[in-house]
């Protein structure tokens, strides 16, 4: 069974930083993509950022370009997301997902993700 635990969550002021974790456990995800989204209250799911497990490659929003950094751990089976210059705008839950198949399609689009976590919130103070 796939599990998806994200941590690292919490209160920050703007211009600060935060790193959260996504633990992955239940198969092999090599030959996964591993993605970051967030929804703010009111709002859309929208994707953050996501890294090919083999790879390494990264893709990002522009919102977020130049800001965060997403990055794996492969000994640890984890996923992080470095998130700096905080912005209040950046405040929403985060969730970590799987895609089981990412060599089709757009790696910003949701419905690709086949595992979620259940999220981790992130509150930015101006």
């Known amino acids: 069974q796939v599990q998806l635990v994200e941590s690292g969550g919490g209160l920050v002021q703007a211009g600060g930083s935060l790193r959260l974790s996504c633990a992955a456990s239940?198969?092999?995800?090599?030959?996964?993509?591993m993605g970051w989204f967030r929804q703010a209250p009111g709002k859309e799911r929208e994707f953050v950022a996501t890294?090919?497990?083999?790879?390494?490659?990264?893709y990002y929003a522009d919102s977020v370009k130049g800001r965060f950094t997403i990055s794996r751990d492969n000994a640890k089976n984890t996923v992080y997301l470095q998130m700096n210059s905080l912005k209040p705008e950046d405040t929403a839950v985060y969730y970590c997902?799987?895609?089981?198949?990412?060599?089709?399609?757009?790696?910003?689009?949701?419905?690709?993700?086949?595992?979620w976590g259940q999220g981790t919130q992130v509150t930015v103070s101006s």
């Open positions: 997902a799987a895609d089981s198949n990412p060599s089709f399609g757009s790696p910003s689009r949701a419905y690709k993700y086949d595992y």
């Open positions: 239940g198969r092999t995800f090599n030959n996964y993509a």
């Open positions: 890294i090919r497990w083999s790879t390494g490659v990264t």
